[in-house]
């Protein structure tokens, strides 16, 4: 079972270029996020999709933008990276839990970014 | 003052060893609470939910103490295996934000 893939796993890029990374899950979830995760720090919520056709900002939301394109498909893009979005990107996906709060978290195996 | 707070570590123990670490949070709100476990370059993956009456998965322990606002999570046994940071996960009140904790990190040695 694939469950959440991210892409690409590794990627250099230059300050002020431009990428999107992708991330994709099969097991039909409704709500879908992305996360940075730095040293020494908790993983930090970026932007978030609760259904398809809505996205929200989470904690650190500056200098991305997100694409829920359809229930499986969620997009993180960089528009002019910086050097401080260095960091680990996880995608994750979930249900709800008890009482509709949120459930299990599924992550992707992250994607490691560098901006030199 | 950090929403979640853990000690950072590392806690360097035994194999056969009993450890436990603390969680606090800030938020009063909060209702779903969790452990999650990272291995070292890998991706959280969720060792277990937290109830109020605190539960048992066996030789993990995981307890919740609302009135001070604390969470616990108790491994017996330790294994070689066990080896990973533990990532301390609470809800903000909302439904659809966790707040991590930056994760205690485990070293069980031979």
């Known amino acids: 079972n694939a469950g959440v893939t991210q892409t690409p796993k590794f990627q250099v890029l230059k300050t002020g270029q431009s990428m999107t990374l992708q991330c994709a899950q099969d097991m039909n979830h409704n709500s879908m996020y992305w996360y940075r995760q730095d040293p020494g720090m908790g993983l930090r919520l970026i932007y978030y999709?609760?259904?398809?056709?809505?996205?929200d900002k989470g904690e650190v939301p500056n200098g991305y933008n997100v694409s829920r394109l359809n229930k499986r498909e969620f997009s993180l893009r960089l528009e002019s990276a910086a050097p401080s979005q260095t960091s680990v990107y996880f995608c994750a996906s979930s249900e709800p839990g008890l009482a509709g709060f949120i459930g299990e978290l599924f992550f992707g195996e992250g994607s490691r970014l560098t901006v030199l | 003052r950090k929403e979640v707070e853990q000690d950072p570590g590392p806690f360097n123990v035994p194999e056969g060893a009993t450890v436990a670490f603390n969680c606090t949070y800030s938020n009063s709100a909060s209702q779903s609470f969790f452990w999650y476990r990272q291995d070292c370059r890998k991706e959280p993956k969720l060792l277990m939910s937290?109830?109020?009456s605190g539960n048992e998965d066996g030789r993990f322990t995981a307890q919740l103490n609302r009135a001070s606002q604390y969470i616990s999570l108790l491994i017996r046994d330790s294994k070689l295996s066990d080896s990973a940071t533990y990532l301390c996960v609470v809800n903000d009140g909302r439904y659809n934000k966790l707040i991590f904790g930056a994760g205690t990190r485990l070293a069980v040695h031979p």
């Open positions: 937290v109830y109020s």
């Open positions: 999709s609760a259904s398809e056709g809505t996205t």
